[in-house]
C-alpha cells in the first residue's frame, strides 16, 4: 500500500515540479527572446553612425520591426526602449518621418532614465535628442549636466556634447563654451583624442581649437602633433 502511495504522490509531484521550473524558466527565456531581436536592431545603428549614407526607408523599418519584437517580450527594458528612440530618430535624420512623430521620445527617455537614474548615457542621447530634433538648447544642456555627473567622459557622452556643442556654437553662452574647451583639452592625450579631433573637424572647429590647444598643451611632443592635424598652416 505504502508503494502505491508513493507512485500517486510521484505522478502528482512530477507534473507540478515541471510546472514550477516551466514557470522559473520563463523570465529567461523572454529575456533570450528579446535579446535574439535586439542585437540586430542594435547592430543596424551602429551601421548607420559609421556610415555617411543615411539609412532607407526598408532598413529602418527592418530596425523598428526588430526593436518592436525585443519590446514585446520585455517591454520594460531601458535599453531596448532607447534603442526604439534612436531608430525613430534615424528615420527622422534620413527624412522618413517629421519632428510630430518623435513626440513619443521624450517620454520614453524620462521613462527609461526614471528606471536607470545613473545611467550617463541615457542623458546624453536625451540631451542630444532635446538639441537636435526639438531645439531646445538649454534643456539639453541640463540632461548634459547630469550625463557628466554620472560618466563625464564615457565616449557616448564625450561624443554627443562635442558633436550639440559644435554644432550650435554662437548659441552656447560663455561658461558653455569655456567647458568645452576644457573638455576637449582634457580629451587630448587620451583614448578620446581621434574622435575629438575627428569632430572638430566636422563641425570646421579647427581655428577655434588650434587657437586654445596651441596655448593650452604643454607637452612639445603632444603639442605639435595637435597643432600638424587642427592647424597645419601655423
Same mark, same amino acid.
Given at each position: 500500500?505504502?508503494?502505491?502511495?508513493?507512485?500517486?504522490?510521484?505522478?502528482?509531484?512530477?507534473?507540478?515540479?515541471?510546472?514550477?521550473? %516551466?514557470? =522559473?524558466?520563463? /523570465?529567461?527565456?523572454?529575456?533570450?527572446? @528579446?535579446?535574439?531581436? *535586439? !542585437?540586430? +536592431?542594435?547592430?543596424?545603428?551602429?551601421?548607420?553612425?559609421?556610415?555617411?549614407?543615411?539609412?532607407?526607408?526598408?532598413?529602418?523599418?527592418?530596425?523598428?520591426?526588430?526593436?518592436?519584437?525585443?519590446?514585446?517580450?520585455?517591454?520594460?527594458?531601458?535599453?531596448?526602449?532607447?534603442?526604439?528612440?534612436?531608430?525613430?530618430?534615424?528615420?527622422?535624420?534620413?527624412?522618413?518621418?517629421?519632428?510630430?512623430?518623435?513626440?513619443?521620445?521624450?517620454?520614453?527617455?524620462?521613462? %527609461?532614465? =526614471?528606471?536607470? /537614474?545613473?545611467?550617463?548615457?541615457?542623458? @546624453?542621447?536625451?540631451? *542630444? !535628442?532635446? +538639441?537636435?530634433?526639438?531645439?531646445?538648447?538649454?534643456?539639453?544642456?541640463?540632461?548634459?549636466?547630469?550625463?557628466?555627473?554620472?560618466?563625464?567622459?564615457?565616449?557616448?557622452?564625450?561624443?554627443?556634447?562635442?558633436?550639440?556643442?559644435?554644432?550650435?556654437?554662437?548659441?552656447?553662452?560663455?561658461?558653455?563654451?569655456?567647458?568645452?574647451?576644457?573638455?576637449?583639452?582634457?580629451?587630448?592625450?587620451?583614448?578620446?583624442?581621434?574622435?575629438?579631433?575627428?569632430?572638430?573637424?566636422?563641425?570646421?572647429?579647427?581655428?577655434?581649437?588650434?587657437?586654445?590647444?596651441?596655448?593650452?598643451?604643454?607637452?612639445? +611632443?603632444?603639442?605639435?602633433?595637435?597643432?600638424?592635424?587642427?592647424?597645419?598652416?601655423?
Amino acid at each position: 500500500m505504502s508503494r502505491f502511495n508513493s507512485q500517486v504522490q510521484r505522478r502528482i509531484l512530477i507534473p507540478i515540479a515541471l510546472v514550477l521550473l %516551466a514557470a =522559473a524558466m520563463w /523570465p529567461v527565456l523572454k529575456a533570450s527572446l @528579446a535579446s535574439l531581436y *535586439y !542585437f540586430p +536592431a542594435a547592430y543596424a545603428v551602429e551601421q548607420w553612425q559609421q556610415s555617411a549614407e543615411k539609412p532607407e526607408a526598408k532598413q529602418i523599418e527592418q530596425a523598428k520591426s526588430h526593436i518592436a519584437a525585443a519590446l514585446h517580450w520585455q517591454p520594460d527594458n531601458p535599453h531596448y526602449q532607447l534603442m526604439a528612440a534612436k531608430i525613430a530618430e534615424w528615420g527622422w535624420f534620413s527624412g522618413l518621418l517629421s519632428t510630430d512623430a518623435l513626440s513619443a521620445n521624450e517620454q520614453i527617455y524620462q521613462q %527609461a532614465i =526614471a528606471q536607470r /537614474p545613473d545611467w550617463p548615457v541615457a542623458y @546624453a542621447d536625451y540631451g *542630444y !535628442f532635446l +538639441a537636435t530634433v526639438l531645439q531646445r538648447l538649454t534643456d539639453a544642456w541640463l540632461q548634459f549636466a547630469l550625463a557628466e555627473q554620472h560618466g563625464a567622459f564615457l565616449p557616448e557622452v564625450h561624443e554627443k556634447i562635442l558633436a550639440v556643442a559644435f554644432a550650435n556654437w554662437p548659441a552656447l553662452t560663455v561658461a558653455q563654451k569655456a567647458a568645452v574647451f576644457r573638455r576637449v583639452q582634457t580629451a587630448i592625450g587620451g583614448p578620446l583624442q581621434a574622435k575629438t579631433i575627428k569632430l572638430i573637424r566636422q563641425y570646421k572647429q579647427q581655428r577655434l581649437q588650434c587657437l586654445y590647444l596651441r596655448k593650452q598643451l604643454t607637452e612639445p +611632443a603632444l603639442r605639435s602633433q595637435v597643432v600638424g592635424q587642427l592647424c597645419p598652416q601655423g
